[in-house]
């Protein structure tokens, strides 16, 4: 690593963490086998421990979001069936059309109130049988929210889009990319959290600061099916519990300290707000920040080191995690405020 990648401040997203000491050490001393087998002990204990943290039937290493995403759509639909998602959801702005690919599935997006989906959109969604129709089998929430500014969903709204979607006879599924974050910002426990869902998954590659790896969670019924669904796209590890290890060593030490990247988050955008940017209230790690020029103002931040994403002509998103210290949140606001001065 150089001294130069050492010295930027990257807040483009908290996927670009690096391994703390200790998971590294983690990942070196980690049992192996074979996963494909099944007999990867590494593996079979995150997965286990994972399950039972959220009080799930099976949970099941995968190597992305995306793929634990998809795997949860093709488990739920068929060929012709239809999808609710936020109109800013993972699945239909990141994951490059794989539902359509892979399921024969349509999303249906709904706008919604900073990310979050409401009981009428979902609502509205649902009509009597229809052969014109693409009829809907499925709801996905995302919690948090990514393109709503890392929003976390009220327990309230969260079980009520749950109890509509069923009212309508869909399946539920819950994309929980960050849902440690919105466990630790609202103080209610991940098995609360997705109780009324039927499938979750989680990424252990992000604010949780594993290299790589996400899970997907599910009834026992769908387990084989599963199984076979990560087979069949190429999900299918062998020694991996190397990576695994990280996934075990993020659950049992990096949960508790995302309490501190949401207060370094708030102190970033209280600076932002200081230089009389337009921002959103941080409830998790995340600032979505409003200026006349984003490309030139990310340009001009990347040259003062510290790294941020133009998501349109005038947003700026900026992602705080564990590489991001006190100092480096200082260094972020000083580099906004020199790239508006031009």
Not at 88 to 115: D, M, Q, T
Not at 166 to 181: I, S, T, V
Not at 229 to 256: F, N, P, S, T, W
Request: aromatic fraction near 4%; charged fraction near 20%; proline fraction near 4%.
């Amino acid at each position: 690593m150089s001294n130069a990648a050492l010295d930027v401040v990257d807040l483009r997203s908290d996927t670009v963490t690096r391994p703390t000491a200790g998971m590294r050490q983690a990942m070196v001393s980690a049992e192996l086998g074979d996963d494909v087998f099944g007999d990867d002990p590494t593996v079979n204990r995150l997965q286990d421990m994972a399950a039972e943290r959220l009080n799930k039937s099976f949970a099941m290493f995968v190597p992305s979001g995306t793929m634990a995403n998809q795997i949860a759509i093709a488990l739920h639909t068929r060929p012709g069936d239809a999808v609710v998602v936020e109109s800013g959801a993972h699945p239909f702005n990141y994951e490059a059309g794989a539902a359509a690919v892979i399921s024969g599935a349509s999303l249906i997006p709904v706008s919604g109130e900073r990310g979050l989906l409401s009981l009428s959109s979902v609502r509205g969604c649902f009509h009597n049988p229809d052969p014109h129709i693409a009829p809907v089998q499925l709801v996905c929430a995302e919690d948090t929210a990514n393109r709503g500014g890392g929003t976390v969903y009220p327990l309230e709204l969260l079980d009520g889009v749950a109890r509509v979607g069923r009212e309508g006879g869909a399946a539920m599924h819950l994309d929980g990319a960050r849902l440690f974050n919105a466990a630790v910002a609202s103080g209610v426990d991940v098995d609360r959290r997705t109780q009324a869902y039927d499938t979750v998954s989680i990424c252990l590659s992000k604010g949780l600061g594993a290299p790589v790896g996400s899970l997907l969670f599910g009834p026992l019924e769908m387990k084989e099916r599963a199984w076979r669904m990560r087979k069949a796209l190429g999900g299918g590890m062998r020694q991996v519990g190397i990576l695994a290890a990280a996934g075990l060593y993020a659950l049992e030490h990096h949960v508790d300290r995302l309490a501190d990247d949401h207060r370094r988050c708030r102190e970033l955008g209280r600076g932002l707000k200081a230089l009389g940017c337009s921002v959103n209230d941080p409830e998790t790690n995340m600032v979505y920040v409003q200026v006349p020029d984003a490309s030139s103002v990310v340009d001009r931040m990347k040259q003062e080191g510290v790294w941020a994403i133009a998501l349109s002509a005038t947003d700026i998103r900026m992602v705080v995690h564990l590489d991001v210290d006190d100092a480096g949140i200082a260094r972020a606001v000083e580099a906004v405020a020199k790239a508006l001065r031009g």
